[in-house]
């Protein structure tokens, strides 16, 4: 059986460390694509210098030509700019969305059959303007978020705790912005809710509230350590466990900002929801119950990826 081919649109921090997690776990071959000269043949080049070392078989090709991502089976979309201190993901949006026009159309033409992971911020507003532009089916074309929100949130417990990241499950619903919302009652440890465990006096109330607000500012945090880009490694390895699931046809269930067709009462939408990702692409869009807090946190969310979808069907009226 030949190799599966892995696109991975923009070559910079997320797009090499991407390039580097789908070798390793080999995969399939991986062209990365940048219009940047140079960077994506430079990576490419010492990346597959790599593969000797740590035994693994995989092409690895750089290029500026949306020519060469033909027929890949997954495409990664990073391209576009990063945050710097101070900056909200939000403001990203207008040159974002010109870059996310650019890809759409690359996407179209060579690889219209791929399943395609977004990364590029504002999230729920560029994997939504890329569907589109693309024009590929709603459920092969889904956003990064999720997984990454809640990895943060499930760190961040399993320290307080002082167990194992293994045995804490947590999810986190709505955009991913600060309005994200950290689902407590549905995350656990080793299947014991977390209202549990503060019954049970693992830690307060208020130092649980400490955590989630750390979840919500999870990205700002590392932006202000770093000064000069967003982070890369945890969101790589977030895209590479969804990109694995479809591969693998493994039907995760993971939060993903898919397109709402209804669901969650919300239409023509990407939000961060729990998704089955299989070989299908996008299977299955779970609807949890929400008590009233958490749909006002939902809906306070969606109201601002609303607000950011309309930005960008005033910048780029075809959208509308
Ligand atoms: N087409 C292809 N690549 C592009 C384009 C374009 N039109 N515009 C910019 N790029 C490339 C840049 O040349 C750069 O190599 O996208 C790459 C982005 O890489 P970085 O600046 O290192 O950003 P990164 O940290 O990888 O984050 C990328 O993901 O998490 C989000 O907010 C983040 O939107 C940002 C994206």
Known sequence: MAR??????????IGGTLAHLAGLKELGDIVLFDIAEGTPQGKALDLVESSPVDGFDAKL?????????EGAD??????????KPGMSRDDLLEINLKVMEQVGAGIKKYAPNAFVICITNPLDAMVWALQKFSGLPANKVVGMAGVLDSA??????????????EDVTAFVMGGHGD????????????????????????????R??????????????VVGLLKTGSAFYAPAASAIQ?????????????????????????????????????????????????????????????NSVEGLVDACKKIQPALA
């Open 242 to 302: 969804m990109a694995e699931s479809y591969l693998k046809d493994k039907k995760r269930l993971l939060p993903c900002a898919a397109h709402l067709e209804g669901q969650y009462g919300i239409k023509d939408m990407y939000v961060g929801v729990p998704c089955v990702i299989g070989a299908d692409g996008i299977e299955r869009v779970v609807e949890i119950e929400l008590n009233n807090d958490e749909k006002t946190m939902f809906d306070n969310s969606v």
């Open 208 to 221: 649980l509230e400490e955590i989630v607000q750390r979840t919500r500012d999870g990205g700002a945090e």
């Open 61 to 69: 090709a750089g290029t500026n030509t949306y020519e060469e991502i």
């Open 4 to 13: 599966n081919k892995i696109a991975l649109i923009g070559a910079g921090q």
């Open 152 to 165: 943060r949130f499930r760190y961040f417990l399993a320290e307080e705790f002082n167990v194992s990241v």
């Open 74 to 83: 997954v495409v990664i979309v990073t391209a576009g700019v990063p945050r």
């Open 179 to 206: 309005t994200m919302v950290p689902m407590v009652r549905y995350s656990t440890v080793a299947g014991i809710p977390l209202p549990d465990l503060v019954k049970m006096g693992w830690c307060t109330a208020e």
